[in-house]
């Protein structure tokens, strides 16, 4: 069975997390604390996230995974001198020695994520290693442009703890991000329908929206709901 499918991300979701800068940077600093020595990065795509999460102090080995062959050569471009596992979770040999994982936007994508964290849990567990996770939130949100991307649903905070529990993980921290994002995502893709971003309006939200909006989240209050869910959970 595969564990990690086709990530099904259009090209114009590249796109439109070109333009987000700001956006990485804020995944890379909530994740950065448990990103050291071995480091597993799943369908790492064309390496958006890769570029950012690599140059973190600490880690001495970093394994991106993606089994999409349509991603791999803008993936090596991006990121030369990367080792790239071209393929699936479980065709991975070293079973052990893995400090961390991390996943962004890629549970969503798969049919049985039950049973992807238990692989997931089954590689980190030797070092009681930490997963990163990032996933969208809140099922009134699926849309259309959610199918368009493979998405097979989107979070609760209860539905997330359940099956990172189930999986074999115990939560650290379990949250929601970008309330602002929920309410655009709403209009946009839920109330006018569309199927696709505007890479002009993700680069206005991301320089002059997202950027204090989310440090009020990020230092006075994390918010009661989100556009997505961010998880930090150790395999026990």
């Known amino acids: 069975m595969s564990t990690l499918v086709n990530s099904g991300k259009a090209n114009y ?7 987000a800068a700001n956006y990485r940077r804020a995944l890379t600093r909530e994740f950065a604390p448990i ?20 140059q973190l102090p600490g880690i001495t080995r970093y394994l991106a995974i993606e089994p999409d062959s349509s991603f791999h050569a803008r993936f090596e471009a991006a990121n030369p001198g990367v080792s790239l596992l071209k393929g699936y979770s479980h065709e991975l040999r070293e079973r052990s020695g893995w400090d961390a994982a991390i996943a962004i936007n890629v549970l969503e994508h798969i049919e049985h994520d039950d049973q992807v964290l238990a692989e997931w849990a089954e590689l980190l567990r030797g070092n009681r290693g930490r997963l990163g996770l990032f996933v969208p939130a809140r099922m009134e949100l699926m849309s259309q442009i959610d199918r368009n991307f493979g998405h097979f649903r989107r979070y609760t905070k209860p539905g997330l703890r359940r099956v990172l529990e189930g999986a074999g993980f115990e939560i650290e921290r379990l949250h929601y991000f970008n309330l602002t994002g929920y ?15 505007s ?7 991301d320089r002059w929206i997202f950027p204090p909006t989310h440090a009020l989240e990020r230092h006075l209050l994390r ?3 989100g556009q997505s869910l961010l998880a930090v959970a150790r395999a026990r």
Do not use: K
Not at 185 to 195: C, N, P
């Open 199 to 205: 890479t002009s309006s993700v680069r206005r939200f």
């Open 183 to 197: 309410f655009g995502w709403a209009l946009m893709f839920r109330i006018l329908g569309r199927e696709q971003f």
């Open 35 to 54: 990103l050291h020595g071995s480091v597993l990065e799943m369908g790492a795509g064309i390496g958006q996230m890769t570029a950012d999460f690599r």
């Open 13 to 19: 979701e590249f796109d439109a997390l070109q333009e």
């Open 223 to 225: 918010p009661p709901f």
